[in-house]
């Protein structure tokens, strides 16, 4: 290495900017994508924690901004480099390694040119959508800056490189894991986009299940297996037309990703409902509809690590997430107890009767099913009357299935049903972590409204000022009284997170801050998140002239 200690301190400068991007850029990913509020960052220790991943992406910009402006600064110290403030501008005029110069001077530019849109009033003036493209920029900008500091001689000689020092050992590294932050982030956008959008799929099979119910099964081309890849447990959207009137309605499916060809989906009828109706009644092998591929998270993929007790409550058509999961660990944990309880009006009204007694015979040392029936039914001897307290209670001692370590408990049907056996598990000090809840909510009752925040007397308002706190920057837009908050940022550019709309999935969920919305709908908001001020903003409107969410921070 050089005896110049301001040519050795600029190369320092170079290597310490780029591990700082490469971090910095890593955060990016983070909060560019659904990782942002991964649950592994909410196990962080609170002294990590308590500094937001914005701030520590924010200060990490600042400090390599600073280190790659002080990077040439330095040569101009070292009267051997013959650098001059107007090479390293115009790096055409540099003494020496020219290109490689130009390079950084490139780089450094386009750093210095994202980094300043990010201030607040440059931001806001620039608009959502054009800072996003500027920022874009970053990515390879990034890769450029390194590609500059690898192929630079540390002592600006025109020599072989030697790509085996230590230094660029380092640089080399730094470029590999950017490179596989950029292609991650790059399959990311793809794999939204493909799930962002509905797609043709063919009816292959109808099969009646009871007097009010029906199983469709959806037939997958080739082309799109990757795209309905799909876990245990989850939903797809459909989007139709009926009597000229547009619908959208998100139903579970109940195939099993390791059992079944295609997807299987199961709609009871609702009454009054518009839809289902309609597709118990017209849809035939041979029609088409429009689905968005699935999604969901009710069932957690690491349940299928270890062997563990799973314990079922399902409530009418409640089972028909239930009973993809249970195929799916049948199949693929060999290990493991399954118990269900099975709640239903009666004897006609059991979905999958035949399959589940199937099931049952098949697999009698591992699954155990009781069906509870509100009303009796001639020939049926087992249990009858509504699901209680006594009866959760008697199974929760029959099964042995009090509090113990490796028992997990899903629950699915009707608001009141879920409510009932969720109280009974949190009597019985059952953790909130083991009890995973799917809440089924019948159209008909879609104004159903949950009020979120305080001040009720004061909802008679025209409108609201709406703020919202999305990956680090603060949005400031203006809200009708009867508009809905996410409809009205992504109206505005703004890139607010979300999936199906309907008040299911929850990918929309933000904290309400200030202020007072109703919901419409709340399916897939717990008792806790409630508790929390979280709402589901694909189905809030304003009741306050000022609203205030914030995406980033949930707790």
Known sequence: MSDSIFLQLSADAGIAATI????????????????????LYQKLPKALKSI????????????????VLLHPVLLLFDPATKFSFVNIVFPIHAPTQRLYVALGTISMFAIVLVILTTQKAIKNRLGFRAWKNIHLISYATGL??????????????NRPVDYLDAEKLASEACFLILLAAVYFRVRYVIKKRQTSKFYKLRISKVISETTDAKTFVLEIPENLKNVFNYIPGQFIQLELTVNGDEYKRAYSLSSSPFTDDGLYFTIKRVKDGIVSNFLNDTITPGDELLVLPPSGNFFKEYSLIAPTHFVFFAGGSGITPIYSIIKSLLHQQPDSHISLIYANRDLDSIIFQRELELLEA???????????????????????GRLDQDKIVQFMHKWKIMPVANTVYYVCGPSPFMELVEQELAYHKIQPSKIHLEKFISISNAEDLLKAGT????????GASLNAQLD??????????????????????????????????????????????????????SDTDIKNDQILTCQAFPLSAKIRIDYDNLK
């Open 472 to 525: 680090g920057s603060n949005h400031k837009t203006s809200c009708k009284k009867d508009q809905i908050l996410l409809d009205v940022l992504l109206a505005n550019g703004i890139n607010a997170p979300y999936s199906c709309r309907e008040g299911i999935c929850s990918s929309c969920k933000a904290k309400l801050v200030e202020g007072m919305v109703m919901m419409k709908k709340h399916t897939s908001l």
């Open 52 to 67: 937001s991943i914005y701030n520590w992406h924010n200060w990490t910009a600042y400090i390599a901004l600073s280190i």
């Open 144 to 157: 450029l800056f390194i590609i500059h500091g690898i192929v630079m001689d540390p002592e600006l000689k």
């Open 455 to 462: 001040g009720l007397e004061d909802i008679d308002t025209v």
């Open 362 to 384: 098949s697999y009698q040392e591992r699954l155990t099913i009781t069906h509870v029936l509100s009303a009796a039914s001639v020939g049926w001897s087992a249990l009858t």
């Open 20 to 39: 700082i991007f490469t971090v910095n850029y890593l955060f990016g990913i983070l909060i560019s994508t659904s990782y942002q509020r991964a649950t």
